[in-house]
């Protein structure tokens, strides 16, 4: 009994050795940081596995079983329980229209000497937005509202599909401590699942690196946006020529483990990976087909359409039968078979482009922007963003305190400007955007007075919609928290 005792004792002080020799490979206290290992212990938070590996399980099996051209793969093997490293990022973007031209697609007519007739053709009529400073706004990016800015912070896997456990709301985030290595018991699962050793992906892409690549998605989405507000409020049909002024402020970028169960099938003498959030069950990873009903389904198509129009005019029946249905079915085949493979070459390339590209990054792993990431502290940051937007919206529109004070339920008047009901949802609100933009646009009037009427009542108009949808965007956060 006394033997046990020890022995019992020995595992457990070997079990808590190896948990923190772990822990110490992936901090980074004031030694390690020297040795550029990572971010600070210190500012490091992770998001605890919630779920059962059975209920992982069911997602994986459900992952690769739904669908009729899905291969059923079953499971040889238990997951690996891994932490992954994420860089979340935050930041306040301030948005200026430098120039941009908008067009609105016509139909002309012209006469064809050749068949001495009048004719139509499609044509874009462009001209250039009037007063493009007009356009400007502020916008808060959380990673709650855009997933994007949560970035895979390694390149042990490939980033496009690990990007698909990303949360949609970073919750349950506590400081990274040696207790969330520890596991359930699970007394009664088999022997191979109890002996599962929690692993961590260490850091290998530095704040910086994932500062450009959140800049490089806000330019993108600004450019979006702003094709929609310009078409929107013009009435028209594409821009071009579009160049905007993005100033980025209040940058925030915090390191996060998730947690995942990372399942691993060999195809092809390749390993297939899929990945489970261990916090919320989203899944994301590669697929294999079946290429067997892919090749039946090629083959009758491809049967129908050489009948329907009487073979392929070569060969007879016996060149419609070979390069009529039987070379595309193994065309189809051979490329359904070979398809997860083909995809992993295509994404090992942009691993390999993006690990170059990052040797021309600031090799630092602290910053007086990297800091811990406190959901609660985020969600503050944003009220107060918030409040202070409408505030200078409410100095740009020019509504008088009195006029705030005896509109109920709308105290700064933005959805009395759109002729919008409180409770109007967010495509009540663009609808209602559209068509005042198109009657009071300032293109439309050539009488000077009405002009700068119409153009006051524009701006008005434009600054109500961009508060009004940005607050949307808030409480469909702050709904998702609770």
């Keep these: ?95 200026q229209l430098k120039q ?29 937005v009037p007063s493009p400073e007009q356009y400007t706004f502020t916008r808060q990016y959380s990673p709650e509202s855009h997933v994007d800015l949560q970035v895979y912070g390694s390149y042990k896997y490939r980033r496009g599909l690990v990007n698909g456990i990303r949360q949609t709301h970073v919750a349950s985030v ?42 490089s998605y806000i330019q993108s989405n600004e450019e979006k946006e702003m094709d929609n507000i310009l078409c929107n409020a013009y009435a028209a049909d594409k821009t071009r020529l579009v160049d905007i002024k993005i100033k980025i402020t209040d940058i925030h970028v915090s390191p996060v483990y998730y947690p995942a169960y990372v399942f691993t099938v060999n195809y092809l003498n390749r390993n297939l990976r899929t990945f489970v959030n261990g ?4 899944v994301n990873g590669m697929r294999a087909y079946n290429w067997r009903r892919a090749a039946a389904c090629s083959a009758l198509g491809m049967t129908a359409l050489t009948m329907a129009n009487g073979g392929i005019g070569w060969g007879g029946y016996s060149g419609s039968f070979w390069i009529g249905i039987v ?26 482009r993006e690990v ?24 503050q940051r944003y009220r107060a963003w918030h409040s202070e937007q409408q505030n200078h919206q409410k100095r740009r529109t020019g509504y008088s305190s009195t006029h705030s004070s005896t ?36 293109d439309r009037y050539t009488d000077p007075k009405d002009k700068k009427a119409a ?27 609770h």
């Design 407 to 442: 509109t109920g339920g709308d105290p700064k008047g933005y959805y009395a400007a759109l002729n919008v009901p409180t409770s109007a949802s967010k495509s009540d609100i663009q609808g209602a955007f559209r068509g005042l933009a198109m009657k009071y646009h300032p």
């Design 174 to 215: 506590q400081p990274f401590t040696a207790d969330l290595m520890d596991r359930p018991n699970y007394n009664d699962m088999d022997e191979e699942i109890r002996n599962i050793q929690r692993r961590i992906d260490p850091f290998t892409i530095y704040p910086t690196t994932a500062l450009r690549l959140a800049r």
């Design 100 to 128: 941009a031209q908008v067009g609105r697609n016509t139909i002309q007519h012209h006469f064809n000497p050749a068949t001495k007739r009048m004719e139509q053709y499609y044509t874009t009529e462009w001209a250039w």
């Design 1 to 95: 009994m006394i033997r046990s005792l020890f022995l019992g004792e020995l595992t457990s002080t070997r079990i808590q050795w190896t948990r923190t020799v772990i822990l110490r490979r992936c901090f980074s206290t004031s030694k390690w940081q020297q040795r550029d290992e990572g971010p600070p212990q210190n500012k490091l938070r992770a998001i605890p596995f919630t779920q059962h590996i059975k209920a992982a399980e069911t997602v994986f099996n459900d992952f690769h079983g739904n669908g009729f051209f899905s291969v059923c793969i079953r499971n040889t093997g238990p997951p690996e329980e891994t932490f992954l490293p994420f860089w979340v990022v935050s930041a306040k973007a301030h948005i």
């Design 327 to 352: 070379l595309p079915s193994l065309a189809t085949a051979v490329m359904v078979m070979y398809y997860p493979l083909i995809s992993l070459r295509v994404q090992d390339a942009i691993r390999q």
């Design 279 to 282: 916090n919320n069950l989203s």
């Design 455 to 481: 153009k006051e009542k524009f701006q008005v108009i434009s600054n109500a919609y961009s508060v009004l949808r940005d607050s949307k965007l808030l409480c469909h956060s702050i709904m998702q928290q």
């Design 356 to 379: 170059k590209s990052q040797l021309h990054d600031q090799k630092i792993w602290d910053a007086e922007w990297t800091e811990a990431y406190d959901s609660f502290e985020s969600e």
